[in-house]
């Protein structure tokens, strides 16, 4: 914190109280409760909840109310408030095919086993402004369909039952590693950089899985699956010797297939893209699957030559909160870096001045001399 500026202490006091003025808005409209946030603008709760990395539907109300709607300012309170809390345990790897679905659609077959599940989508909107938002909504009860509680098969299980998709590495993979406690090295694993996707920004992760698309980037991709829903969350009791269902998340699951025209080890098959978000986060889904993809480019002996398939420009930059922070920072008091810059300009301009006053000198005597 810059200390320099003269009555600083009250400057911000007063600027806090300002904040807190214009947050609340027309004293005359009642306030937001954190219930409505929390239900009615709900996938701005479920984008806070991922980036943030704290599933927590009312806290992540909260730090969007308090924010005024600033997303990125709301996933910043959010975790700063994640590292106050104490971590007691790690749940189980939670089971996505066991998921309690409420939307599963699938680009690449149309009869899947279990359905196709339309669910709460915009994909079928007209995307065109609805005058009854101005008013009270009132809508009928959308159509329902229970959960029959069986197992749903995921579209890269039944290509990998024919052996047309590479395995399905995270069966095989070890403990992973904790992005969130230990500092990240590059080059990374896949499980970490998961991990870095899974947080960072859905602008900047949509913005490069769309370069992929235009040739930046090997992808040929097709939608496997997406599915959302809610998973249970167990976590190991000694003391009873199985897991014990501690909750319910509700996540977004992406599997991307791309293809694969083989190698001398492996035959041509096809390759995976994943993406797994808190909430109903579809789009954020995608995106990360995408680039998932872009980034195993050395697994499969392809060219790294598109910003997406760059490790460290995409892990580096993905994070909002700490791209926030760098570029926010600007606004702070620089007074002594913008003196030092400004007698450096005005003493290389004396000096450019001088340099061409001799060379105009010089040329006026070479010219009397002819």
């Given at each position: 914190?810059?200390?320099?500026?003269?009555?600083?202490?009250?400057?911000?006091?007063?600027?806090?109280?300002?904040?807190a003025d214009r947050r609340r808005g027309d004293r005359n409209v009642p306030a937001l409760t954190l219930a409505q946030i929390a239900g009615q603008l709900a996938?701005?709760?479920?984008?806070?909840?991922?980036?943030?990395?704290?599933?927590?539907?009312?806290?992540?109300?909260?730090?969007?109310?308090?924010?005024?709607?600033?997303?990125?300012?709301?996933?910043?309170?959010?975790?700063?408030?994640?590292?106050?809390?104490?971590?007691?345990?790690?749940?189980?790897?939670?089971?996505?095919?066991?998921?309690?679905?409420?939307?599963?659609?699938?680009?690449?077959?149309?009869?899947?086993?279990?359905?196709?599940?339309?669910?709460?989508?915009?994909?079928?909107?007209?995307?065109?402004?609805?005058?009854?938002?101005?008013?009270?909504?009132?809508?009928?009860?959308?159509?329902?369909?229970?959960?029959?509680?069986?197992?749903?098969?995921?579209?890269?299980?039944?290509?990998?039952?024919?052996?047309?998709?590479?395995?399905?590495?995270?069966?095989?993979?070890?403990?992973?590693?904790?992005?969130?406690?230990?500092?990240?090295?590059?080059?990374?694993?896949?499980?970490?950089?998961?991990?870095?996707?899974?947080?960072?920004?859905?602008?900047?992760?949509?913005?490069?899985?769309?370069?992929?698309?235009?040739?930046?980037?090997?992808?040929?991709?097709?939608?496997?699956?997406?599915?959302?829903?809610?998973?249970?969350?167990?976590?190991?009791?000694?003391?009873?010797?199985?897991?014990?269902?501690?909750?319910?998340?509700?996540?977004?699951?992406?599997?991307?297939?791309?293809?694969?025209?083989?190698?001398?080890?492996?035959?041509?098959?096809?390759?995976?893209?994943?993406?797994?978000?808190?909430?109903?986060?579809?789009?954020?889904?995608?995106?990360?699957?995408?680039?998932?993809?872009?980034?195993?480019?050395?697994?499969?002996?392809?060219?790294?030559?598109?910003?997406?398939?760059?490790?460290?420009?995409?892990?580096?930059?993905?994070?909002?909160?700490?791209?926030?922070g760098f570029v926010e920072h600007l606004k702070l008091p620089h007074y002594v870096d913008f003196q030092a810059e400004l007698d450096l300009v005005r003493r290389?301009?004396?000096?450019?001045?001088?340099?061409?006053?001799?060379?105009?000198?010089?040329?006026?005597?070479?010219?009397?001399?002819?």
């Amino acid at each position: 914190m810059y200390v320099a500026v003269k009555g600083g202490e009250a400057a911000i006091g007063a600027a806090h109280r300002l904040l807190a003025d214009r947050r609340r808005g027309d004293r005359n409209v009642p306030a937001l409760t954190l219930a409505q946030i929390a239900g009615q603008l709900a996938l701005a709760v479920d984008r806070a909840m991922a980036e943030g990395s704290l599933y927590d539907p009312e806290l992540a109300a909260m730090a969007v109310r308090q924010a005024r709607g600033d997303l990125i300012e709301a996933i910043f309170l959010i975790r700063a408030y994640r590292t106050t809390l104490p971590r007691f345990g790690y749940s189980v790897p939670v089971d996505t095919g066991a998921m309690r679905i409420e939307r599963r659609v699938s680009a690449t077959y149309k009869d899947l086993p279990g359905g196709q599940l339309l669910g709460p989508t915009f994909d079928y909107t007209h995307r065109l402004i609805d005058p009854s938002m101005a008013g009270d909504e009132t809508v009928e009860p959308g159509a329902r369909r229970d959960w029959p509680g069986e197992r749903c098969a995921r579209v890269t299980d039944i290509l990998g039952e024919d052996g047309l998709i590479e395995p399905d590495a995270a069966a095989e993979a070890g403990e992973p590693g904790d992005l969130t406690r230990e500092p990240l090295e590059f080059p990374a694993g896949r499980d970490l950089r998961l991990q870095a996707l899974s947080r960072g920004d859905e602008g900047f992760l949509l913005s490069l899985a769309y370069s992929t698309q235009r040739g930046f980037g090997r992808s040929h991709p097709f939608v496997g699956e997406i599915r959302i829903g809610l998973v249970d969350v167990e976590i190991e009791m000694p003391e009873v010797g199985f897991p014990v269902t501690i909750g319910r998340v509700r996540l977004t699951e992406c599997q991307m297939v791309n293809q694969f025209k083989g190698s001398a080890e492996e035959p041509p098959q096809f390759t995976r893209g994943y993406g797994l978000v808190f909430g109903q986060s579809e789009r954020k889904a995608m995106a990360m699957s995408l680039v998932d993809r872009a980034l195993r480019a050395d697994e499969f002996g392809e060219e790294r030559n598109a910003p997406a398939q760059d490790e460290e420009f995409v892990i580096a930059h993905s994070d909002n909160v700490q791209a926030t922070g760098f570029v926010e920072h600007l606004k702070l008091p620089h007074y002594v870096d913008f003196q030092a810059e400004l007698d450096l300009v005005r003493r290389m301009r004396r000096e450019h001045a001088a340099s061409s006053a001799s060379s105009e000198a010089d040329d006026e005597l070479q010219d009397a001399a002819e």
